[in-house]
């Protein structure tokens, strides 16, 4: 089992539409998690951190399942700029910061 | 402006050439790290430190150096570069990897022939 796993998709939405990505991971011990965004060939940037109590940053919401083990990001009233890749991080011990394999997102009109 | 910053952005190169692709930081974080990327494989690490003059091997070590003699610089060596490192690589710091987020650099695109 890769520690950690997303849904690769690709997800192809309409504009307006509400889409959700999940990401699951294998060590019950990690710490700390995020989202981040990646334009094609570009350089990963921080989308929003991942808290227990779930976060909402305008029409992005992260939430956390520890029990479950996984976080999910959902993004409301897709804009054709949300096209991207969205990679999960999640912080599984000291040193080790390990990436999913990212999902794909296009919006289309 | 916080940022990482490597150079240089592209780079073509012959196989067994030696090259240096640098990677520096300004927000005083004390861990970095090297990443490459590769179509259908994600963001593997190369090598990561924690601190200065402490450094240590990721999931892709072979065929890479590292040193951090600075906390600010953290320079990726390929001493005979091989055509299976052509590859995107991305420099990452962290204020504390444990809690923090990573902040990348812009990326290098390396092709070797």
């Known amino acids: 089992r890769k520690e950690v796993e997303q849904d690769p998709g690709p997800f192809n939405v309409p504009e307006g539409a509400t889409v959700a990505f999940n990401c699951t991971y294998s060590n019950s011990a990690s710490q700390s998690f995020f989202w981040y965004r990646q334009d094609c060939r570009k350089e990963p940037k921080l989308l929003m951190s991942?808290?227990?109590s779930g976060n909402e940053d305008g029409r992005f919401t992260a939430q956390l399942n520890r029990a479950s083990q996984y976080i999910s990001l959902l993004i409301r009233d897709s804009k054709l700029s949300d096209s991207a890749t969205y990679l999960c991080?999640?912080?599984?011990?000291?040193?080790?910061?390990?990436f999913g394999a990212g999902t794909r997102l296009t919006v289309k009109p | 402006e916080a940022q990482v910053t490597q150079n240089p952005r592209y780079l073509i190169t012959v196989t067994g050439k030696k090259l240096t692709v640098t990677c520096s930081q300004n927000?005083?974080?004390?861990?970095m790290s090297w990443y490459r990327q590769d179509p259908g494989l994600g963001l593997r690490q190369i090598y990561y430190?924690?601190?200065?003059?402490?450094?240590d091997k990721g999931d892709v070590p072979e065929g890479y150096k590292v040193s951090r003699k600075e906390k600010r610089n953290f320079p990726l060596i390929l001493e005979s570069p091989s055509p299976n490192q052509t590859s995107l690589y991305f420099c990452?710091?962290?204020?504390?990897?444990?809690?923090?987020?990573?902040?990348f650099g812009n990326g290098t695109r390396l092709t070797v022939t």
């Open positions: 990452a710091s962290s204020f504390s990897v444990r809690y923090s987020p990573l902040h």
């Open positions: 430190s924690m601190n200065v003059e402490v450094t």
């Open positions: 991942v808290y227990s």
């Open positions: 927000m005083n974080h004390e861990y």
């Open positions: 991080v999640v912080n599984i011990k000291a040193h080790d910061m390990r």
